[in-house]
């Protein structure tokens, strides 16, 4: 029956979310190199071919709680302020399409798996390396055995008021980016 008015009622008015923008990737690094991979090294992976306000002679980089973009001309462009953080572990950031008024937020995770760990445990012990006593499956647990991290990714704050084209470029984007940074930290 609410076709039957010409004007929509206030709840019509809203927009409604979008949902969030997910996407992960696992990288053979223990948590704290996956971390450092993420952070400080930053510039080595970022995909500026596809996100860049200036191509691809730009450099990122995380500096003063920003993930902040300079072009070959020193000009800066912040993407995203980080809002709160657990160092090592997760990072929040406000983000910031160039270009848009969108303001969306960003939060990025690391894991590491201990499936992994308790795989190669298994192995070990069907393989019989792991003697009499465990020793093998000991130093598996103890870092001599593959280790796994994954990174997690969350782009949340989405609304229907948002460019769609935008909203999807970053549904594309960020299976990309972490493709790239699993590439450069040592994955395939």
Same mark, same amino acid.
């Given at each position: 029956? !609410?076709?039957? +008015?010409?004007?929509? !009622?206030?709840?019509?008015?809203?927009?409604?979310?979008?949902?969030?923008?997910?996407?992960?990737?696992?990288?053979?690094? !223990?948590?704290?190199?996956?971390?450092? @991979?993420?952070?400080?090294?930053?510039?080595?992976?970022?995909?500026?071919?596809?996100? /860049?306000?200036?191509?691809?002679?730009? +450099?990122?980089?995380?500096?003063?709680?920003?993930?902040?973009?300079?072009?070959?001309?020193?000009?800066?462009?912040?993407?995203?302020?980080?809002?709160? /953080?657990?160092?090592?572990?997760?990072?929040?950031?406000?983000?910031?399409?160039?270009?848009?008024?969108? =303001?969306?937020?960003?939060?990025? @995770?690391?894991?590491?798996?201990?499936?992994?760990?308790?795989?190669?445990? =298994?192995?070990?012990?069907?393989?019989?390396?792991?003697?009499?006593?465990?020793?093998?499956?000991?130093?598996?647990?103890?870092?001599?055995?593959?280790?796994?991290?994954?990174?997690?990714?969350?782009?949340? @704050?989405?609304?229907?008021?948002?460019?769609?084209?935008? #909203?999807?470029? #970053?549904?594309? +984007?960020?299976?990309?980016?972490?493709?790239? #940074?699993?590439? +450069?930290?040592?994955? !395939?």
């Amino acid at each position: 029956m !609410s076709g039957l +008015f010409s004007h929509a !009622s206030a709840d019509g008015d809203a927009p409604s979310d979008r949902p969030d923008i997910q996407a992960t990737v696992s990288v053979p690094a !223990s948590a704290d190199h996956a971390w450092a @991979g993420l952070v400080e090294h930053l510039h080595l992976w970022w995909p500026a071919d596809l996100l /860049s306000r200036w191509g691809t002679d730009s +450099f990122f980089d995380l500096e003063d709680n920003a993930l902040v973009e300079t072009s070959a001309e020193d000009d800066e462009n912040v993407w995203g302020e980080v809002t709160d /953080s657990a160092s090592g572990q997760w990072m929040l950031l406000r983000w910031r399409a160039a270009g848009s008024t969108t =303001i969306t937020d960003l939060r990025l @995770g690391v894991r590491e798996d201990a499936g992994v760990l308790h795989r190669a445990r =298994i192995e070990a012990a069907a393989e019989g390396t792991s003697g009499s006593g465990g020793a093998g499956v000991v130093d598996q647990a103890e870092g001599n055995g593959p280790v796994e991290t994954t990174l997690g990714l969350t782009h949340s @704050g989405w609304t229907s008021a948002d460019p769609h084209d935008l #909203y999807d470029f #970053y549904r594309q +984007f960020w299976p990309e980016a972490l493709a790239r #940074y699993r590439r +450069f930290m040592g994955g !395939s």
